[in-house]
């Protein structure tokens, strides 16, 4: 009899039932987009921090930017070449240095790893190699015996001055024994191999593809740095944006390298657990004085551009009109339920006086605006879906600006790039990322439940109503 | 048995209190038939409403077979009208979307009896008020006679010591009055169940044996020769 009469009901009354039902499933659908959307943002911000990042790091460990003390200028490179009488040979020089002048010991990474919710902790040193190659060339003596007056009888020297080609490139100082760790995992290698745990110190190296495409560099070739010749071993494709160096070499290399033994630059961290991250943080700022330790939350606040834009929209007025919709699609279902129960006072007081059970009439309005719920519940998840995958098929792309601008950024763009310092002031990093709005099993229960609490809610408005209704009342008012 | 005694019923109407019911004695014996006759918003209705314990006297008691209806606690007396008393109205408050075989077992839900019984029932009574061949239809689909008739299978389909019937034939023509009246009469006749009917029809009031005539809250019983 239960089904026989909701069923009915229902049927009765399926335009008041549509609208309940497209009320919920509008505002199910919103959610089911607005969360799925949201979901592909954060795996968007996920892919950014990624490529940054590298794969499972929760944050970097660097040392605090110092500053210079008084009467001290900033450090910047500096060449010397020998500008020797009556040579005019071709000059070359590699100078190397640490990316950002700052370094920690080595023994920070047993520290960092020593603390308490880190699982892993990988050190790794940022280099920047600044090739400066040309030559002199002397000034000419031309018309001697013709000089200006005062001249001395030299004539003048025209001509001479000096051509060099500068090139710079990053070369990041790789644990080759903790690969699962640290900035190389943000690439894939796509030709040859990458460094086996026994190549601590060789003189080999991974290059980025892009970098060595330039250069025109191969697996098999040989890349001289500072007079040492490292066989390319690998050829590493980032999985997106830049890479995050140029080139990678075994740590101890890199050391020997900038004359900084025993040094690194970044320690890439990863959490026990992502709750203890901040803990974590705060940990190593209070037990390792004078290092900076940027999460990936610090860095996906430097996100910027339309990535960060739609992010923001959508965990903001999103996620709010998603629910507000649902709010008042609960609101509208529970007040048509209401009176819906309002217009059956009659059929209410009837069946109590035939000896129905408040509760039993109660079951059968709740039961009534349930299926309503569902109804409209499966149609905002068909519509959510729809919307979804709407979104994905049409991948709209947006760009993440990474560490643009500001001290956080700058600080954040040191961490990412090589843990080093000084970074900042750099132009921002863009990347362009596809949005895809996945529907995880999890949005869908939360749809289901939305939909049950709508008609629990709907009911629990008409179930009230009924609930109260006294036969005698019930039946006086209509008759 | 119903005794009514100092049955008192007074309702608040804004700042004024109406007294429908004025220190009412009556007693109604098993298997009697009583017509409340009076003027309208004399307080026959909620005589009836007092009788099937569908409302609750301000003052006095209404006993049923040794039973006070009026100090019952609400779920004993929802009991009481699922097992002993039945009821049919004037507007024949059958549910527009339910058949009629369905509207008819809606009075065997309270008891509990399996799906077969309560369909085996529900069969048994609309024939007994001659609609066998109609109970597939829901009452949109049935003259005033017919929805009165399946009204009253459904007042008795559960086998009731009480019928109260308010007004039963208020919304039919002549024929369908005495149409739906020959099938009450019949049933009572057959049945022995207490009968009390409101009715204005002096016609129906005539055929009998008590009336009682309610006026002002306050009730005389006459009794009368059929």
């Given at each position: 009899m239960f089904f026989t009469y909701l069923r009915r009901e229902l049927r009765r009354r399926r335009k008041a039932a549509l609208v309940v039902a497209s009320g919920l499933a509008l505002g199910i659908a919103l959610v089911i987009v607005v969360t799925s959307v949201s979901s592909g943002m954060s795996r968007a911000q996920g892919k950014v921090l990624e490529s940054l990042y590298g794969l499972g790091t929760d944050m970097t460990v660097t040392k605090a930017v110092e500053p210079p003390e008084e009467g001290q200028t900033t450090r910047r490179p500096r060449f010397e070449f020998d500008a020797g009488e009556g040579e005019e040979a071709q000059q070359s020089r590699d100078l190397v240095m640490v990316q950002g002048f700052q370094s920690l010991d080595a023994s920070t990474v047993d520290d960092v790893a020593g603390q308490?919710?880190?699982?892993d902790a990988v050190g790794g040193l940022g280099i920047r190699v600044m090739k400066v190659d040309g030559e002199f060339r002397r000034g000419q003596v031309e018309n001697?015996?013709?000089?200006?007056?005062?001249?001395?009888?030299?004539g003048a020297v025209r001509g001479g001055g000096a051509a060099f080609d500068v090139d710079s490139y990053t070369a990041y100082g790789t644990d080759v024994a903790r690969q699962d760790l640290g900035p190389l995992t943000t690439s894939k290698i796509t030709s040859g191999r990458t460094f086996t745990e026994g190549e601590t110190d060789a003189a080999v190296a991974v290059l980025d593809s892009a970098w060595a495409a330039g250069k025109d560099l191969a697996v098999g070739g040989t890349l001289t740095v500072s007079g040492t010749e490292f066989e390319v071993i690998g050829i590493a494709t980032a999985d997106s944006g830049d890479a995050a160096a140029d080139v990678y070499l075994p740590l101890a290399r890199a050391q020997a390298l900038a004359g900084a033994e025993a040094k690194v630059t970044t320690v890439y961290v990863k959490a026990t657990?992502?709750?203890r991250i901040e803990g974590v943080k705060e940990a190593v700022l209070k037990n390792i004085p004078g290092t900076t330790v940027t999460t990936s939350a610090d860095l996906a606040a430097t996100v910027s551009g339309s990535l960060s834009t739609a992010s923001d929209l959508a965990s903001g007025v999103g996620t709010w009109l998603s629910y507000l919709v649902l709010g008042a699609a609960f609101l509208v279902a529970g007040l048509l339920t209401s009176s819906a129960v309002s217009r059956r006072v009659r059929e209410f007081g009837t069946l109590k006086a035939l000896g129905w059970r408040s509760g039993r009439v109660t079951r059968q309005v709740a039961g009534e605006a349930l299926v309503n719920g569902l109804v409209g519940g499966a149609l905002g998840i068909a519509l959510g879906l729809a919307g979804a995958w709407l979104i994905t098929a049409l991948s709209p792309t947006l760009t993440a600006e990474l560490g643009g601008g500001g001290a956080a950024g700058g600080a954040a763009r040191g961490g990412m790039r090589f843990g080093g310092q000084g970074g900042g002031g750099g132009s921002p990093q863009t990347l362009d990322i596809a949005l895809t709005a996945p529907v995880s099993l999890a949005t869908i229960g939360l749809a289901v439940a939305l939909a049950v609490a709508g008609g629990l809610v709907a009911g629990g408005f008409g179930g009230w109503r009924a609930s109260r209704l006294r036969p005698a009342d019930a039946l006086r008012r209509v008759e | 048995m119903y005794q009514l005694t100092g049955v008192t019923k007074r309702y608040r109407r804004g700042k004024d209190a109406v007294t429908a019911l004025d220190s009412v004695d009556l007693t109604i014996e098993d298997g009697g038939r009583l017509v409340i006759q009076g003027p309208t918003g004399g307080g026959k209705s909620t005589l009836l409403q007092m009788l099937g314990g569908l409302d609750r006297p301000t003052e006095g008691s209404v006993v049923l077979d040794g039973t006070d209806l009026a100090a019952l606690p609400e779920a004993r007396l929802t009991r009481v009208r699922a097992e002993k008393i039945g009821f049919v109205f004037q507007g024949f408050n059958?549910?527009?979307?339910?058949?009629a075989q369905e509207n008819v077992e809606t009075a065997l839900v309270p008891l509990r009896l399996g799906a077969r019984e309560r369909r085996e029932r529900a069969g048994e009574a609309l024939a007994s008020v001659g609609l066998g061949d109609r109970s597939g239809h829901v009452p949109g689909e049935l003259s005033g006679g017919q929805q009165q008739r399946v009204a009253v299978a459904r007042a008795l389909v559960k086998r009731p010591a009480v019928l109260l019937a308010d007004e039963p034939t208020g919304n039919l023509d002549e024929s369908m009055r005495d149409e739906v009246m020959e099938v009450l009469e019949a049933l009572w006749q057959e049945h022995a169940f207490t009968f009390v009917m409101v009715t204005h029809d002096s016609a129906l009031a005539r055929r009998a044996p008590r009336v009682a005539t309610i006026g002002d809250g306050r009730v005389t019983v006459r009794e009368q020769v059929a």
């Amino acid at each position: 009899m239960f089904f026989t009469y909701l069923r009915r009901e229902l049927r009765r009354r399926r335009k008041a039932a549509l609208v309940v039902a497209s009320g919920l499933a509008l505002g199910i659908a919103l959610v089911i987009v607005v969360t799925s959307v949201s979901s592909g943002m954060s795996r968007a911000q996920g892919k950014v921090l990624e490529s940054l990042y590298g794969l499972g790091t929760d944050m970097t460990v660097t040392k605090a930017v110092e500053p210079p003390e008084e009467g001290q200028t900033t450090r910047r490179p500096r060449f010397e070449f020998d500008a020797g009488e009556g040579e005019e040979a071709q000059q070359s020089r590699d100078l190397v240095m640490v990316q950002g002048f700052q370094s920690l010991d080595a023994s920070t990474v047993d520290d960092v790893a020593g603390q308490d919710g880190v699982a892993d902790a990988v050190g790794g040193l940022g280099i920047r190699v600044m090739k400066v190659d040309g030559e002199f060339r002397r000034g000419q003596v031309e018309n001697p015996g013709q000089g200006g007056p005062g001249g001395g009888g030299g004539g003048a020297v025209r001509g001479g001055g000096a051509a060099f080609d500068v090139d710079s490139y990053t070369a990041y100082g790789t644990d080759v024994a903790r690969q699962d760790l640290g900035p190389l995992t943000t690439s894939k290698i796509t030709s040859g191999r990458t460094f086996t745990e026994g190549e601590t110190d060789a003189a080999v190296a991974v290059l980025d593809s892009a970098w060595a495409a330039g250069k025109d560099l191969a697996v098999g070739g040989t890349l001289t740095v500072s007079g040492t010749e490292f066989e390319v071993i690998g050829i590493a494709t980032a999985d997106s944006g830049d890479a995050a160096a140029d080139v990678y070499l075994p740590l101890a290399r890199a050391q020997a390298l900038a004359g900084a033994e025993a040094k690194v630059t970044t320690v890439y961290v990863k959490a026990t657990d992502s709750q203890r991250i901040e803990g974590v943080k705060e940990a190593v700022l209070k037990n390792i004085p004078g290092t900076t330790v940027t999460t990936s939350a610090d860095l996906a606040a430097t996100v910027s551009g339309s990535l960060s834009t739609a992010s923001d929209l959508a965990s903001g007025v999103g996620t709010w009109l998603s629910y507000l919709v649902l709010g008042a699609a609960f609101l509208v279902a529970g007040l048509l339920t209401s009176s819906a129960v309002s217009r059956r006072v009659r059929e209410f007081g009837t069946l109590k006086a035939l000896g129905w059970r408040s509760g039993r009439v109660t079951r059968q309005v709740a039961g009534e605006a349930l299926v309503n719920g569902l109804v409209g519940g499966a149609l905002g998840i068909a519509l959510g879906l729809a919307g979804a995958w709407l979104i994905t098929a049409l991948s709209p792309t947006l760009t993440a600006e990474l560490g643009g601008g500001g001290a956080a950024g700058g600080a954040a763009r040191g961490g990412m790039r090589f843990g080093g310092q000084g970074g900042g002031g750099g132009s921002p990093q863009t990347l362009d990322i596809a949005l895809t709005a996945p529907v995880s099993l999890a949005t869908i229960g939360l749809a289901v439940a939305l939909a049950v609490a709508g008609g629990l809610v709907a009911g629990g408005f008409g179930g009230w109503r009924a609930s109260r209704l006294r036969p005698a009342d019930a039946l006086r008012r209509v008759e | 048995m119903y005794q009514l005694t100092g049955v008192t019923k007074r309702y608040r109407r804004g700042k004024d209190a109406v007294t429908a019911l004025d220190s009412v004695d009556l007693t109604i014996e098993d298997g009697g038939r009583l017509v409340i006759q009076g003027p309208t918003g004399g307080g026959k209705s909620t005589l009836l409403q007092m009788l099937g314990g569908l409302d609750r006297p301000t003052e006095g008691s209404v006993v049923l077979d040794g039973t006070d209806l009026a100090a019952l606690p609400e779920a004993r007396l929802t009991r009481v009208r699922a097992e002993k008393i039945g009821f049919v109205f004037q507007g024949f408050n059958l549910i527009p979307t339910l058949t009629a075989q369905e509207n008819v077992e809606t009075a065997l839900v309270p008891l509990r009896l399996g799906a077969r019984e309560r369909r085996e029932r529900a069969g048994e009574a609309l024939a007994s008020v001659g609609l066998g061949d109609r109970s597939g239809h829901v009452p949109g689909e049935l003259s005033g006679g017919q929805q009165q008739r399946v009204a009253v299978a459904r007042a008795l389909v559960k086998r009731p010591a009480v019928l109260l019937a308010d007004e039963p034939t208020g919304n039919l023509d002549e024929s369908m009055r005495d149409e739906v009246m020959e099938v009450l009469e019949a049933l009572w006749q057959e049945h022995a169940f207490t009968f009390v009917m409101v009715t204005h029809d002096s016609a129906l009031a005539r055929r009998a044996p008590r009336v009682a005539t309610i006026g002002d809250g306050r009730v005389t019983v006459r009794e009368q020769v059929a």
